[in-house]
């Protein structure tokens, strides 16, 4: 992957469904899997675990802290807190996710 901004990474990350890149498979999220699924509690386990799981797979310069989805009518707000390794510095994130 080329340089780019960690917020931008992130997003980039996320919202692209796992296999969907040809040369690179296992680039992406699984959470396209939970589109259209009623979010329970374990709805809300797999969210986080398949956001951790991406992340820590692609974005090397953080390391995740805490990740919280809230559901707002046809969007989940994805809250994320995370430690940037180079600057020992906790940054806080918010994506919309359809």
Do not use: H
């Amino acid at each position: 992957m080329y340089v780019c901004d960690i917020e931008t990474s992130i997003k980039r990350i996320l919202t692209t469904p796992l296999g969907s890149r040809v040369l690179e498979p296992t680039f992406g999220s699984r959470l396209y899997e939970l589109v259209d699924k009623r979010p329970d509690k374990k709805w809300q386990m797999l969210f986080t675990r398949y956001v951790y799981e991406a992340v820590e797979m692609w974005e090397r310069r953080v390391r995740l802290q805490k990740v919280q989805a809230k559901q707002m009518g046809e969007v989940v707000s994805i809250e994320l807190e995370y430690l940037v390794v180079d600057e020992n510095e906790i940054v806080k994130l918010e994506i919309l996710w359809k």
